[in-house]
């Protein structure tokens, strides 16, 4: 079988963690293969990851989006299909991401301060 890979993977032996499910499942896995385009990761217990993913590296500080494009056994390989983007500063969904999150940061703090405020405009009724 011939390569099929845009880019050499350079051997690693990385600590990473695998996120889907908007973040709300979670599994560590070792990064074995690692490209700007791509990576192969092995799980320590047979897994079941939907086909995008969010892989968090550690050392590197970094999060990327994947993409499954194969399984075997405890080996999944991924496809970084924003690597591109992101080498030219476009990264449109990471982007709408963090608005999405910075707006409800915006709103979580107004329902915060809203609620100090009744709680201490109610602590004066209760103190007449």
């Known amino acids: 079988m011939g390569e099929r890979r845009q880019a ?3 051997k690693s032996f990385l600590r990473g963690c695998v996120y889907f499910n908007n973040r709300r499942s979670a599994f560590d896995c070792l990064i074995r293969d690692l490209s700007d385009k791509g990576a192969r990761i092995t799980f320590s217990d ?3 990851v939907p086909d995008m993913i ?3 590296i550690p050392k590197k500080e970094q999060t990327v ?3 499954v494009e194969w399984r075997h056994g405890g080996e999944v390989g991924l496809a970084f ?8 500063g476009t990264t449109g ?3 709408a991401r963090v608005a999405r ?3 409800e940061i915006a709103s979580l703090r107004r329902a915060l301060k809203r609620l100090q405020r ?4 109610g602590d004066d009724v209760d103190a007449a």
């Open 8 to 10: 050499v993977r350079q």
């Open 46 to 48: 047979t897994v079941s």
């Open 54 to 56: 969010d892989l968090y």
């Open 65 to 67: 989006r994947a993409h």
């Open 81 to 88: 299909p924003d690597a591109s983007r992101a080498a030219n």
């Open 93 to 95: 969904e990471l982007d």
């Open 101 to 103: 999150l910075e707006s």
């Open 118 to 121: 009744e709680v201490a405009g």
